[in-house]
């Protein structure tokens, strides 16, 4: 399976997040949803990382604790950010600002500026994100505080990202970088749970709810994201996880029999094309004998 299949169907199971909270608990808290995913998933990956034989790369104490961090602050500033600005414009700004961040952070960390191509995949796939977004949603006021937010999320998604490269690149197996990376998230994202609304967990449905976040979303999701992350640079790995809300959308109708409007209908024809951009094979220039 190739690199970008790999971070393809990560985007496939992160959209599947919010189809599987509509079937849950009617009084579950989205805030709380968000961090059992990740308490959950973490102590998982954290096993799984553990039981694991270490190869020979020492991970970076500093680069796992700011990985943590960094998935920690996705989790809370997209949640407040979707309740301050509503889920269409949040969503737009969040998503769609991770891969313009995590080309800039690449840079920063002496990597070279993405190229032409993968500009014309992300404009693409960005106006399509924007488009399914107010499509389905339709307009909503707007929040300054929440705008901040949304783009506190996709720099701290963006850095994460750029992290676990960094780390994988160093020769880090992808399930030790997640599992560190997850693990530290799950213990700075604990608070919320003993603090938050979380009565929803003591239900049949509830449980159901967070096994299935933490397993499929997380776990699994992760591991395959981070098998195609050691091949293709950040930049390119946040483009195509904007197939996730694709996927959202999709289930909405199927499932929850959400009504799609045309302007959704073309974004989702956009970002298709945007990741099929990425995937065309890159010209190779003649070289004179």
């Known amino acids: 399976m190739s690199a970008r299949a790999y971070v393809l169907f990560a985007a496939v199971l992160f959209g599947t997040t919010g189809t599987a909270q509509a079937l849950g608990p009617a009084d579950s808290s989205p805030l709380t949803v968000g961090a059992t995913r990740i308490v959950i998933g973490g102590a998982i990956l954290g096993l799984l990382a553990f039981a694991t034989p270490q190869s020979r790369c020492r991970l970076s104490p500093l680069l796992v604790l700011s990985a943590g961090v960094a998935v920690a602050a996705y989790q809370l500033a997209f949640f407040e950010a979707v309740h301050l600005t509503g889920v269409a414009l949040g969503a737009v700004v969040a998503i769609g600002s991770g891969p313009i961040f995590a080309g800039l952070l690449e840079r920063g960390f002496g990597g070279n500026w993405p190229d032409r191509r993968w500009a014309a995949a992300t404009a693409l796939a960005v106006i399509g994100v924007g488009a399914i977004s107010l499509g389905s949603y339709g307009q909503t006021g707007t929040s300054v505080p929440g705008l901040v937010l949304a783009l506190a999320s996709g720099a701290a998604y963006a850095a994460y990202t750029v992290i676990a ?3 994988l690149r160093d020769g880090a197996a992808p399930v030790h970088v997640m599992g560190a990376a997850f693990g530290t998230a799950a213990v700075l994202l604990l608070p919320v749970l003993l603090v938050g609304n979380t009565g929803w967990l003591r239900s049949g449905r509830g449980i159901e709810l967070a096994a299935y976040l933490a397993i499929g979303p997380t776990v699994i999701a992760y591991l395959l994201f981070a ?18 809300p694709v996927t959202a959308t999709v289930l909405g109708v199927l499932v929850v029999h959400e009504q799609l409007g045309a302007a959704a209908a073309g974004g989702i024809v956009l970002v298709i094309a945007g990741i099929s951009v990425l995937a065309l094979p890159r010209s190779r220039r003649l070289v004179n004998p």
């Not at 098998?227 to 996730?244: F, N, Y």
């Open 227 to 244: 098998r195609g992350l050691r091949r293709l640079s950040a930049s390119e790995t946040t483009t195509i996880v904007l197939a996730e």
């Open 165 to 167: 490269k960094r780390l």
